[in-house]
C-alpha cells in the first residue's frame, strides 16, 4: 500500500488523503442522522451563520463535507480517465463536487418536504370555533368537552369556561389556553 501511494503523483495523494477524510465524515454524519443524533446540518460556517444571506443555507458543514467529497473524488475519477493535467483534474472536482451540493441540498430538501410532525399544538386552536360535547360547568368549577378541528384533526378536548356554564350542543370559541385545557366562551 506504501508504494502504491508513493508512485501517485502530489495532487493524487493531496486528493486521496481529502477523499478518505471526507468521505469517512460524510459516513458519520449519515449514520448519526439515520440514528437521529445530532443536528449537523444546522451548523453553519462563517460569521453569523448566514443568516440574512441569500447563500446562508449553501455554507454548511454537510455541504463543505460534500463539496470536499466531490471535488477529491472527481479529481482522482479525472486522473483515470487520462487528465493528468492538475487544471483538468481539479475542474472535473470541481463539477462533480458542485453537483454533490446540490443532490445533498435537493435530498434535504425532499426530506424536510416529507418531514411531518404528528403533535397537535392546542396554541392553534385560539380563535377557532368549536362546538361543546359535554357540559361545561360555570366559573372553571369544573371541566367538559368541546369539538374541535385542529390541524386537520377533529377531536375533543377538555375545556373550561370564565362565564356562566355551557350546555351541550353550544356553539362556542377558544379564547385561552390553560395548561392543557381550553378556554372557552360563547360566541
Given at each position: 500500500m506504501a508504494e502504491w501511494f508513493a508512485d501517485l503523483s502530489a495532487l493524487q495523494q493531496t486528493l486521496f488523503v481529502i477523499a478518505v477524510g471526507s468521505t469517512a465524515v460524510f459516513a458519520i454524519q449519515v449514520i448519526f442522522t439515520l440514528l437521529g443524533i445530532g443536528e449537523f446540518d444546522d451548523l453553519e460556517l462563517g460569521e453569523g451563520g448566514g443568516e440574512g444571506t441569500p447563500f446562508g443555507d449553501i455554507f454548511t458543514i454537510r455541504n463543505g463535507v460534500s463539496f470536499l467529497?466531490?471535488?477529491?473524488?472527481?479529481?482522482?475519477?479525472?486522473?483515470?480517465?487520462?487528465?493528468?493535467?492538475?487544471?483538468?483534474?481539479?475542474l472535473?472536482?470541481?463539477?462533480?463536487?458542485?453537483?454533490?451540493?446540490?443532490?445533498?441540498?435537493?435530498?434535504?430538501?425532499?426530506?424536510?418536504?416529507?418531514?411531518?410532525?404528528?403533535?397537535?399544538?392546542?396554541?392553534?386552536?385560539?380563535?377557532?370555533?368549536?362546538?361543546?360535547?359535554?357540559?361545561?360547568?360555570?366559573?372553571?368549577?369544573?371541566?367538559?368537552?368541546?369539538?374541535?378541528?385542529?390541524?386537520?384533526?377533529?377531536?375533543?378536548?377538555?375545556?373550561?369556561?370564565?362565564?356562566?356554564?355551557l350546555q351541550r350542543n353550544s356553539p362556542v370559541t377558544v379564547v385561552d389556553i390553560s395548561g392543557s385545557q381550553l378556554v372557552v366562551a360563547t360566541l
Open positions: 467529497m466531490g471535488l477529491s473524488w472527481g479529481g482522482l475519477m479525472a486522473y483515470s480517465w487520462g487528465l493528468t493535467h492538475a487544471v483538468f483534474a481539479i472535473i472536482g470541481f463539477l462533480v463536487g458542485s453537483l454533490f451540493v446540490g443532490l445533498n441540498m435537493g435530498l434535504l430538501a425532499l426530506m424536510a418536504m416529507v418531514k411531518h410532525e404528528g403533535n397537535v399544538h392546542l396554541e392553534n386552536a385560539v380563535g377557532q370555533d368549536a362546538r361543546v360535547t359535554l357540559a361545561v360547568p360555570e366559573g372553571r368549577s369544573g371541566v367538559g368537552k368541546v369539538s374541535l378541528s385542529l390541524q386537520g384533526r377533529l377531536k375533543e378536548y377538555h375545556a373550561v369556561t370564565d362565564g356562566r356554564a
